[in-house]
C-alpha cells in the first residue's frame, strides 16, 4: 500500500506541476495573443455597417510598399501598409469619401479620386517596424511623397495624412 499512496502522490505532484506550468504560459502568452489580434481599426458605412480589423487581417489586405520622405519625418523611410481604396471597395465598390478619424478625434475627409494616381496607404510599418502611437501609429494615411513632390506642398493632401488612425467612416 506504501507504493499505491506514493504512487498516487506522485501523480498528484506531476499533475500540479504540469497545471501550474501550464497556467503560467497560457498567461504569459495571453497578452501576445490579444496584441496580436486586438482591433486597431474600426470600419463603417452607412446603413450601420461596422467592421473591426486587426493587424493580422489588415496584413492580409493587398499592400503598397514604397520608400518616401515625408513633412513630418527626418531622411527617406520605407512603408507597407493596406490601400485605403482596396479596403473600402471592400464594403462600398463605388465609395468615395471617407472620413479618417485619428484616436485624438481629429479627422479629415479624403476623397479618393483625389488619389487615383498614388498609392494611398494605411502605412502600419516602417523601415520594416510597425508603427506604435508614439511614432504615428498604428495606422498612419500617407502617399509616396517623393516620387510626387508637389504633393508634400499641398495642403489639402498634409491635412489628408491623418495618423494613429482608429476610425474609417465610409460616407458614400
Known amino acids: 500500500?506504501?507504493?499505491?499512496?506514493?504512487?498516487?502522490?506522485?501523480?498528484?505532484?506531476?499533475?500540479?506541476?504540469?497545471?501550474?506550468?501550464?497556467l503560467l504560459l497560457s498567461g504569459l502568452m495571453a497578452p501576445l495573443v490579444q496584441a496580436a489580434e486586438?482591433?486597431?481599426l474600426t470600419l463603417t458605412a452607412p446603413g450601420g455597417f461596422s467592421k473591426e480589423y486587426g493587424?493580422?487581417?489588415?496584413?492580409?489586405?493587398?499592400?503598397?510598399?514604397?520608400e518616401t520622405v515625408s513633412p513630418w519625418t527626418k531622411g527617406k523611410h520605407g512603408y507597407r501598409g493596406p490601400l485605403l481604396?482596396?479596403?473600402?471597395r471592400q464594403v462600398r465598390p463605388n465609395a468615395d469619401r471617407v472620413n479618417v478619424v485619428?484616436?485624438?478625434?481629429?479627422?479629415?475627409?479624403?476623397?479618393?479620386?483625389?488619389?487615383?494616381?498614388?498609392a494611398l496607404i494605411l502605412a502600419m510599418s516602417e523601415d520594416g517596424k510597425a508603427?506604435?502611437?508614439?511614432?504615428?501609429?498604428p495606422l498612419w494615411l500617407l502617399v509616396p511623397f517623393s516620387d510626387h513632390p508637389k504633393l508634400s506642398?499641398?495642403?489639402?493632401?498634409?491635412?489628408?495624412?491623418?495618423?494613429?488612425?482608429v476610425r474609417l467612416e465610409v460616407l458614400d
Not at 481604396?85 to 473600402?88: A, D, G, H, P
Not at 485619428?102 to 498614388?118: F, G, K, P, T
Open 85 to 88: 481604396r482596396e479596403l473600402v
Open 102 to 118: 485619428a484616436l485624438n478625434n481629429y479627422s479629415h475627409e479624403v476623397r479618393l479620386s483625389d488619389y487615383d494616381d498614388y
Open 38 to 40: 486586438s482591433t486597431i
Open 153 to 165: 506642398e499641398d495642403p489639402n493632401v498634409q491635412a489628408s495624412m491623418v495618423w494613429q488612425i
Open 55 to 66: 493587424r493580422i487581417e489588415l496584413e492580409s489586405l493587398p499592400q503598397g510598399v514604397f
Open 131 to 137: 508603427l506604435t502611437r508614439r511614432n504615428k501609429g
Open 1 to 22: 500500500m506504501d507504493v499505491t499512496i506514493e504512487g498516487c502522490w506522485m501523480q498528484r505532484n506531476i499533475f500540479t506541476r504540469w497545471l501550474i506550468a501550464t
